[in-house]
T-cell receptor
Framework: DTAVSQTPKYLVTQMGNDKSIKCEQNLGHDTMYWYKQDSKKFLKIMFSYNNKELIINETVPNRFSPKSPDKAHLNLHINSLELGDSAVYFC?????????????????FGNGTRLTVT | DAKTTQPPSMDCAEGRAANLPCNHSTISGNEYVYWYRQIHSQGPQYIIHGLKNNETNEMASLIITEDRKSSTLILPHATLRDTAVYYCIVEYNNNDMRFGAGTRLTVKP
């Protein structure tokens, strides 16, 4: 029943490793996102995909590579993990349409993946 | 990045109305005002949004000033479970939500 689900919930790994976080939404939305929340609790957008196409790509190291096999999934792969990558990563989805359109929906977030790099 | 200003923290007594202010003096005519909240370390939860008119749903009311430069989120009867960080965001389209520091609301018994 979970609308936006992320796995794993916790991820502890060592520097230099490569890891992936998976996200799936069953809301039928056509846009998915990755947000990062650091230790200071600031929530920053990283990527946005609309119908499997990259829409937003903030200033994120290219060690982070999102992959969208279909519009219900947006996975985040991180290469060569660094200590500074430790954070909570949130996946979200929404339906984006023309402005003022009832077709639009608010963001629905997953419960986050807490990544700890040691 | 955030185009809004919110007080960093507020307290509210349980059962009373919680009024959370937000300033957005540079808001454009086609930008909506959105409110989300984050309880502990869960994912943010949508509360309400509006353009010009006041809005009400089962969770809260949103009052937007006539000049649209500020708004207030009202939780009519705050409960302990409403303790959270509340984010006010202005955005043309929900495709690019930018979260600021928010207001940490503590509801006290």
């Amino acid at each position: 029943d979970t609308a936006v689900s992320q796995t794993p919930k916790y991820l502890v790994t060592q520097m230099g490793n490569d890891k992936s976080i998976k996200c799936e939404q069953n809301l039928g939305h056509d846009t998915m996102y990755w947000y990062k929340q650091d230790s200071k609790k600031f929530l920053k957008i990283m990527f946005s995909y609309n119908n499997k196409e990259l829409i937003i790509n903030e200033t994120v190291p290219n060690r982070f590579s999102p992959k969208s096999p279909d519009k219900a999934h947006l996975n985040l792969h991180i290469n060569s993990l660094e200590l500074g990558d430790s954070a909570v990563y949130f996946c979200a989805s929404s339906q984006v349409g023309p402005q003022f359109s009832s077709y639009n929906s608010p963001l629905h977030f997953g419960n986050g993946t807490r990544l700890t790099v040691t | 990045d955030a185009k809004t200003t919110q007080p960093p923290s507020m307290d509210c007594a349980e059962g009373r109305a919680a009024n959370l202010p937000c300033n957005h003096s540079t808001i454009s005519g086609n930008e909506y005002v959105y409110w989300y909240r984050q309880i502990h370390s869960q994912g943010p939860q949508y509360i309400i949004h509006g353009l010009k008119n006041n809005e009400t749903n089962e969770m809260a009311s949103l009052i937007i000033t006539e000049d649209r430069k500020s708004s207030t989120l009202i939780l009519p009867h705050a409960t302990l479970r409403d303790t959270a960080v509340y984010y006010c965001i202005v955005e043309y389209n929900n495709n690019d939500m930018r979260f600021g520091a928010g207001t940490r609301l503590t509801v006290k018994p």
